[in-house]
């Protein structure tokens, strides 16, 4: 069988592996050696994910290669990544924690590929394993760093890390900063300074807290989750030359009755200090909460503006007419939730008439408006809502409209025409929905428009779309690039695929294997099929959703090792 597959094109054995369920990709790997070789090649190509202490101890054990040197080498040669995935409160510390910090400080050596490390649930593993810090730390291959959960002696372990990041996450639990003497997370990341390309916090109240803080002149892309005091001036001194600017989730603790006044102080002060200092002039893109943009209060020229609200908040027309004059951009998007909120608004058709008609949209190219419908939705009078949104746009400039009425977040069961449930009134609007007619109208209303979309997204056969018009270019997506970022992080093309070595038998000791000892194994001999029995298991894809803003999902997707667990 090996001197027949020697003469054919494997291509076509890696296109019917490529659609086949993994039982049968097992037994094709497990009729010879090459097939054997070939079915599992592409493990590594992917990053694993690991979050039992079973199939850590399965990965551990593939990656011991029965104590051979020099299979040990070619397998985790192509090992480009790691995910460890801990959930709050997870038992599984106790056995991970161990099995991570061993497995860094065993095979340092062969490591030498591996760019991309994702834990989540920092604190919980250092809490059992308190040397995993030093570990990480001690790595010089980093490329991509993120963690989730992380506190103060994690804090300690990205100040120590020996790597040059060029993308980082980091994801605080809540006062982690508060125990800190130095409470500024720019200083812990100075040994990337020149080489950090992206970087997101989540929880980091107040992101640059030094007046004349270290300058990160490469990096590009910035997300900010949760964040209390925003300073422009500040970030711009830190990343003079942002791009793409992520913020949302706006935490502020005032006194009842001064949330406005806090903002507006905020906002004063900012817009101040960049007539003074400047701000960008590199910035592309924002996308986040309006809250977020309004504090910010830019002075600069932004193309895309791409806004929504954060929970627990509604669409504050003056924030929006004021983000608009700020930045001036050319294709701008507003995801309202909860539109009931604004039905119930006394004075809309005069508020939405003022924010499309205003002297600051006459340069838009581009307006999308998102309608998403929310539970709490159920009741409205979409309709209205829709002819009132209509009447406004018309007044727009714009070359292009798009007006999306979203209802995933409504219980699918609900819109099917035999539900024996009475529907809301946007229930009975939506199941005749007739986007064709929307087009119409709209078109008649301003038929200076080049193109009119109108689009129902929701549940498989209920979505539907009505356009008049050329496409609309999705100019705010390819001007956001991340390929330098992710080229640096991918396998050099010359680098050879290492052969899939003999299997081992499943249920032999796993201690043994993770100081590459299999002595239980050594009087196993080969069945000449290429090794022990390789389950099904093995072979066990899963790939998450990847997030908007893309900071922390551009990294390759997950392949999950696991040789036990169905």
Not at 106 to 132: F, H, M, S, T
Not at 174 to 180: A, V
Not at 236 to 249: G, K, N
Not at 284 to 309: D, E, K, N, Q, W
Request: with cysteine; proline share 5%; glycine share 6%.
């Amino acid at each position: 069988m090996d001197d027949l597959l020697a003469r054919l094109n494997l291509d076509l054995f890696h296109l019917v592996m490529s659609l086949a369920d993994r039982c049968t990709v097992s037994r094709l790997m497990q009729t010879c050696r090459a097939l054997n070789h070939e079915g599992a090649r592409s493990i590594f190509l992917e990053d694993p994910q690991l979050d039992t202490g079973r199939n850590f101890k399965s990965f551990v054990r593939f990656t011991a290669a029965r104590g051979d040197a020099a299979e040990v080498a070619r397998r985790l040669e192509r090992l480009r990544g790691l995910r460890v995935d801990l959930q709050e409160e997870d038992r599984e510390a106790i056995v991970l924690a161990p099995l991570l910090k061993q497995f860094l400080v065993e095979r340092a050596l062969y490591l030498k590929n591996l760019v991309r490390l994702n834990i989540n649930g920092l604190c919980d593993l250092i809490r059992v394993e308190p040397e995993l810090p030093a570990a990480i730390a001690a790595m010089t291959t980093l490329r991509s760093l993120v963690i989730r959960r992380v506190e103060h002696r994690g804090l300690g372990m990205v100040r120590d890390l020996q790597s040059r990041l060029t993308h980082a996450v980091i994801a605080l639990v809540g006062g982690t900063l508060d125990k800190l003497a130095d409470r500024d997370l720019t200083v812990l990341l100075q040994r990337s300074r020149m080489t950090l390309r992206s970087l997101s916090y989540e929880s980091v109240l107040k992101p640059v807290v030094s007046t004349s803080p270290a300058c990160y002149p490469h990096v590009r892309h910035l997300s900010l989750n949760r964040a209390e005091t925003l300073v422009t001036r500040n970030l711009v001194a830190v990343f003079p030359h942002l791009e793409t600017l992520h913020a949302s989730w706006l935490v502020l603790t005032p006194f009842p009755g001064d949330y406005d006044r806090v903002l507006v102080r905020h906002r004063t002060k900012n817009i101040a200090e960049q007539h003074q200092h400047g701000s960008w002039s590199s910035l592309r893109r924002f996308t986040g909460s309006l809250a977020m943009l309004y504090v910010l209060g830019l002075t600069c020229h932004v193309p895309h503006i791409s806004v929504g609200i954060d929970e627990n908040e509604g669409f504050e027309f003056g924030w929006a007419r004021a983000i608009v004059e700020d930045t001036r951009p050319t294709h701008l998007t507003f995801d309202i939730g909860f539109p009931s909120y604004l039905a119930n608004e006394e004075h809309l058709v005069e508020e939405l008439t003022a924010l499309f008609s205003q002297e600051s949209l006459k340069d838009i190219e581009v307006l999308r408006v998102n309608l998403i419908l929310y539970p709490g939705d159920l009741d409205l009078e979409l309709g209205l809502l829709l002819d009132t949104f209509l009447e406004a746009i018309a007044l727009c400039s714009a070359e292009a409209v798009a007006l999306t009425v979203d209802s995933r977040m409504l219980s699918r069961g609900r819109f099917s025409r035999d539900s024996p449930e009475a529907p809301g009134a946007v229930e009975g609007y939506l199941r005749n929905f007739d986007a064709h007619a929307l087009v119409i109208r709209l078109v008649e209303m301003a038929p200076f428009l080049r193109t009119v979309i109108i689009s129902h997204d929701g549940w498989g056969y209920q979505s539907v779309t009505a356009q008049r018009g050329p496409d609309i270019a999705e100019m705010a997506d390819a001007d956001v690039d991340f390929d330098d970022v992710v080229r640096e992080l991918q396998p050099p093309s010359d680098v050879p695929m290492p052969e899939w070595p003999e299997c081992v038998p499943l249920d032999a000791g796993v201690a043994g294997a993770a100081n590459g000892n299999d002595s239980d194994d050594s009087d196993e001999e080969s069945d000449g099929r290429g090794g022990g029995e390789i389950t099904p298991e093995l072979l066990n894809f899963q790939y998450p959703s990847l997030d908007s803003f893309a900071l922390s999902s551009y990294a390759r997707p997950i392949a999950r090792i696991n040789l036990w667990d169905e």
